[in-house]
């Protein structure tokens, strides 16, 4: 058996070890080119599951080993309510009253169930789990183990085992108690604890329980009077992603590039990132990012990707939430164009024709880890949320040996200094940028001639200025339209050794809401390995395929049927009890 193979399926204490003993001992008396691929040899990532094809999967999660159905298309939004439809079933089979109540973690769903009803209510459970490799576990115990809240889910994985959608997405049963008249909920929820138990009954929307599901869902579901009122902390406004891409390796595109360098000889004198061949290659994370999206925020409204006349083979431009637009529609008669310069491209995305007030820039390096809400990143104000770094930006005034990014940020440094008195001093996280058009606009037109200027450049300049990514959090926050926002990410560079090491503990805990791969190297001898660990890596972190791409269509098609929900009600919602739907 192959020494890959063999540590794949070695024990993760184990692994990290040897890898360790590896960075430690060995490493240094490697080549630098070399480095990265023995790293790789002595962390493989991927799946440890020996079996792959079947249509169920015994895998090994967090909370032990679970048969899992596979479905190469599968979502956690569409996972999250099967799982509930598939309760409430059972529960409505065995004659057992239920009503909906909300739940702050952003993946699952609750019902209630009186106490009284305990005993009928589980043994439906177990028998309705039994029929289809269902799974049911006791998440808070009462007196004498008495069960108080139980979780139940039918784990869904994708078909080599790489990623399980189970307990995490389960639907939760809570046993609430009756006395003196009113219901007592086991725990805490977002709105109320206990209530009158004559509240009446009702039926509410889907996101009238949380914000993690598509805008606009009509779904109703049985609930109490109380719980159609939403907190004032949720955000009910539509929120759009833009994404950015480029491929550097088209020979087209190469030619255009090569034309416009030819016209721009100051490329060549200033930091060698302003054209480098790293920042223009495309090793596929724009899929993985889309499918991150699709996966982990159900609430985007909808999509744009901006390109200069470029889309992958792989992505299916008639989905409906899907609009690829063009350099041409955002520059209009400013700028310069081919343009080759990504923050020239930022000056311009508040232009895209459609686009909300509200959206999220991401590079399509920038990926979500795990089920994230809108409030991560909005306040229900409408303040856009920045996350700063603790990476410092240099107090050395520009200089010629300045890499663009950091020249880009001393030039922001000094247009916030003299306007607000105040010193720019923190980089922001490699995290999607949460932004409103109308503060980019109002920049814009308080800072032409630096915007302007930065969308004449075709390449990187010295005199640009980074909007989208660092100027416009600060001139949001100084301008009471901002907040301090906080987000658990991971950043790393491709053509480090240790990122074999954090990319394996990524696909272990799942516990980042966003990381980024990036590749800052000018002249990297490590290219192929670095594609490698990309490649192994974000299949296994993301095997889901999105609606985005062409080939959902057919694997959809071969993906086990949803089944229908009769315990929830499909009617539409009436006007008085429904959030306001999400244009």
């Known amino acids: ?29 490697v080549a630098p080119e070399r480095r990265l691929r023995v790293a790789r040899t002595f962390m493989p990532l991927g799946p440890r599951t020996r079996g792959a094809g079947g249509a169920t999967l015994r895998v090994r999660t967090a909370e032990g080993i679970l048969t899992a159905r596979t479905d190469p298309a599968a979502a956690p939004a569409e996972i999250r ?35 009284a009803d305990r005993a009928e209510a589980l043994a439906a459970l177990r028998r309705h789990v039994a029929d289809d490799h269902g799974s049911l576990r006791v998440t808070v115990a009462g007196r004498r183990r008495a069960p108080r809240v139980v979780s139940v889910c039918w784990p869904v994985t994708d078909p080599g085992g790489s990623m399980v959608l189970g307990h995490d997405l389960a639907c939760e049963v809570e046993f609430w108690t009756e006395r003196d008249g009113r219901l007592v909920s ?56 833009v994404y950015t891409w480029v491929d550097g390796g088209d020979p087209e595109w ?39 999206l699709h996966c982990f925020a159900p609430w985007v409204r909808r999509v744009f990707l901006v390109t200069d006349d470029q889309t992958p083979a792989w992505l299916d431009r008639a989905h409906p939430r899907l609009t690829v637009v063009g350099h041409r529609e955002i520059f209009g008669d400013t700028g310069r164009l081919p343009t080759f310069n990504s923050q020239a491209i930022e000056s311009r995305l508040h232009r895209i024709p459609g686009l909300a007030e509200h959206f999220l820039y991401l590079n399509d390096d920038v990926i979500l880890g795990r089920p994230v809400t809108p409030e991560m990143f909005f306040t229900p104000g409408g303040l856009t949320k920045f996350f700063a770094s603790a990476a410092r930006v240099d ?27 105040r010193m720019l001093t923190r980089k922001m996280m490699h995290t999607p940028h ?57 950043y790393t560079d491709l053509s480090e050794p240790v990122t074999p090491l954090r990319l394996a503990r990524l696909l272990r805990s799942r516990d980042v809401d966003a990381f980024c791969l990036n590749d800052v190297d000018v002249h990297s001898a490590a290219v192929a390995d670095q594609e490698a660990l990309v490649a192994e890596f974000l299949p296994a972190y993301l095997p889901f395929t999105s609606p985005f791409e062409l080939q959902h269509r057919n694997v959809r098609t071969i993906a086990a049927p949803r089944q229908p929900g009769p315990g929830r009600d499909d009617r539409p919602v009436p006007p008085d009890v429904a959030l306001p739907p999400v244009a």
């Not at 509930?84 to 909300?102: C, E, H, I, K, M």
């Not at 209530?195 to 579901?221: H, L, M, Q, R, W």
Request: positive net charge; hydrophobic residues 40%.
């Open 186 to 241: 086991p725990r805490r929820n977002p709105v109320a604890d206990s209530i009158p138990a004559t509240e009446p009954v009702t039926v509410a929307a889907e996101p009238v329980f949380g914000s993690f599901c598509a805008p606009g869902d009509t779904t109703g579901y049985r609930t109490r009077r109380v719980f159609t009122s939403v907190d004032p902390d949720r955000v009910d406004f539509p929120i759009d992603v």
């Open 434 to 490: 949460p932004s409103r058009r109308s503060v980019i606009a109002e920049i814009e037109e308080r800072f032409t001639d630096q915007v302007t200027a930065t969308a004449g450049h075709q390449f990187r300049h010295p005199d640009d200025i980074s909007l989208l990514s660092s100027l416009q959090q600060y001139y949001a926050y100084l301008t009471g339209r901002a907040a301090p926002g906080r987000i658990r990410y991971l």
């Open 1 to 29: 058996m192959a020494l890959r193979q063999v540590l794949r399926l070695a024990p993760w204490p184990v692994r990290r070890r040897i890898f360790e003993t590896v960075e430690a001992r060995v490493l240094p008396r």
């Open 81 to 115: 309510r099967h799982n509930l439809d598939r309760t409430v079933r059972a529960l409505d089979a065995a004659g057992v009253d239920w009503f909906r109540v909300p739940v702050r973690a952003a993946g699952r769903t609750a019902v209630a169930v009186r106490c």
């Open 395 to 421: 107090t050395a005034p520009r200089g010629p040996a300045d890499r663009p990014a950091d020249s880009a940020a001393k030039n922001n440094r000094r247009l916030i200094q003299e306007t607000f008195g």
């Open 254 to 292: 190469q030619r255009r590039k090569t034309r416009a360098l030819a016209e721009n000889p100051w490329v060549g004198e200033v930091n060698a990132q302003a054209a480098n061949d790293s920042r223009f290659a495309s090793r596929d994370e724009l899929r993985y990012s889309l499918r991150a």
